[in-house]
């Protein structure tokens, strides 16, 4: 295929190129054709939609493991936003209240337990004390801190990054899939028409063979 045909090529949305369907093998070979030389060019081809399938297929993987935490993390954060919302609002009508409510409040702003993972298989229980501030792993064992709206900020414009990448993911491997199809398609037709070549050229020079044997 010449670079100013790669250039024309019909390609997807993230630029995957498409694969053109061989419909007529004489006419892709041309004049003198090598039958030989187009099947490894085609393998070649099939070897790279293969190759790009793999590297989609491990992303997709990988997508699919982090929006989950994502999600949890999120979840957390507006938890602990939300606590903080409910106490200050209370320390706000405590004025207003009764004996009886300030003890309910003092109970409400006791440190929150809970049990955070530190492996797979590993656990540990801590209080979370009032806070407005939480820490992010960031990747590459970097942590970084923010205050709890920019942590849920963040968090929300990861998770959207994420799930907007996951169907850009899905719907490539969707694409090659179909490509990788068409791509074997055309290998076998190649390979089909060199067979069928070979023994036509075959027949045709045994069938000389035999005329000049009876002419003898």
């Known amino acids: 295929m010449s670079t100013g045909e790669v250039e024309k090529q019909e390609r997807n949305a993230r630029g995957i190129p ?7 093998v004489d006419e892709y070979l041309g004049a003198d054709p090598d039958a030989e030389s187009a ?3 085609l393998q070649a081809v099939l070897a790279k939609y293969r190759y790009m399938d793999g590297n989609l297929t491990t992303r997709r993987r990988s997508l699919e493991e982090k929006i989950p935490d994502i999600k949890k993390t999120l ?7 939300e606590r903080r919302e409910g106490k200050s609002k209370a320390g706000e009508d405590g004025d207003d209240l009764d004996d009886e409510d300030d003890l309910g ?9 809970t049990t955070f993972e530190l492996n797979d298989t590993l656990y540990a229980e801590a209080e979370l004390e009032d806070t407005d501030t939480v820490f992010l792993w960031l990747g590459a064992n970097v942590m970084l801190s923010y205050k709890i709206p920019a942590a849920i900020s963040l968090l929300r414009s990861k998770l959207s990054a994420a799930d907007a990448s996951l169907q850009n993911v899905i719907s490539d ?3 090659l899939r179909e490509q990788i199809t ?15 070549t070979r023994r036509e050229k075959r027949e045709a020079a045994e069938a000389s063979s035999g005329k000049k044997e009876i002419q003898a």
Do not use: C, G
């Open 18 to 24: 498409k694969a053109p369907f061989i419909s007529n």
């Open 39 to 41: 099947l490894k060019d």
């Open 75 to 81: 979840t957390m954060v507006e938890f602990l936003q």
């Open 105 to 113: 409040d003092e109970v409400s702003k006791k440190p929150l337990k």
């Open 173 to 175: 491997l969707e694409f």
């Open 182 to 196: 068409v791509m074997e398609v055309n290998i076998a037709r190649v390979y089909n028409w060199d067979v069928k």
